[in-house]
């Protein structure tokens, strides 16, 4: 997908970014308390980035404070993380409350259907 942008004769730089976001229900990096990390392509010997082109994200979930009393109050990354650890515990209109952003009633339709099609 990538490396089928780049034509013959095009620039490197007319590739668009190739984003990786892992979200990941234990801990990888047990040395901090921080969730998200970026990693990009880099030559730390030389001080060198090959460009902002390829990034990988690491979302480690279980790091945000994720209170059910205080979620729907929360900034985003703290309710998608809600969301992706804990949806499976909760009835489809449990979670529309507690997660009332738009962005949250799609993707809680969007199990619903999926759920609806492997009854």
Not at 20 to 31: E, M, V
Not at 61 to 86: C, D, M, R, V
């Amino acid at each position: 997908m990538y490396a089928d942008q780049l034509h013959p004769g095009r620039s490197y730089a007319d590739l668009r970014s190739a984003i990786s976001i892992g979200l990941l229900d234990k801990r990888l990096f047990r040395h901090d308390a921080i969730p998200h990390h970026r990693f990009r392509l880099a030559d730390p010997e030389h001080d060198m980035e090959v460009s902002d082109s390829i990034e990988v994200h690491t979302v480690e979930l279980t790091k945000y404070n994720l209170q059910e009393g205080t979620i729907s109050s929360a900034p985003a990354i703290e309710q998608w993380a809600f969301f992706f650890l804990f949806a499976d515990r909760y009835e489809p209109q449990q979670l529309r409350e507690l997660l009332p952003g738009v962005e949250f009633q799609d993707a809680i339709s969007v199990v619903e259907a999926i759920a609806a099609k492997t009854e």
